[in-house]
């Protein structure tokens, strides 16, 4: 069997198995977060409507820094970003879908500073 269709049937399993558990309605919508190797991304999603509330990533203007988008402080930047745009759409309870990523390093700062900024989840 090829390693990368190997490794690609786990996160795909991974993803899954977490979606089952997390999905975002009108009062509680799903905080969806895609870590790429040199930025983060993240969106505030209704899955009843299918409607994207708010987004941020790394690739913002007004988000890039001189830092890299690649780090904790960069990721700090977008969950303080998400949580504003997020609470200006009216939506302060989310529940947060990793989607197969593990919950340490850039993932856990955006989601520590969006707690920060006022997200509830």
Do not use: W
Request: aromatic content about 6%.
């Amino acid at each position: 069997m090829n390693h990368e269709k190997f490794i690609n049937k786990q996160r795909l399993r991974r993803r899954r198995h977490n979606r089952k558990k997390v999905r975002g309605t009108a009062e509680r919508p799903r905080l969806s977060v895609f870590r790429a190797n040199a930025n983060i991304y993240c969106q505030v999603i209704d899955d009843e409507r299918g409607l994207t509330l708010a987004s941020a990533s790394t690739r913002d203007k007004e988000l890039r820094s001189d830092a890299s988008g690649s780090n904790c402080d960069a990721a700090a930047t977008v969950g303080k970003a998400i949580a504003e745009r997020a609470k200006a759409a009216g939506v302060t309870q989310v529940c947060f879908d990793r989607g197969h990523f593990r919950y340490i390093g850039r993932l856990a700062a955006l989601a520590d500073a969006a707690r920060e900024g006022g997200l509830q989840f």
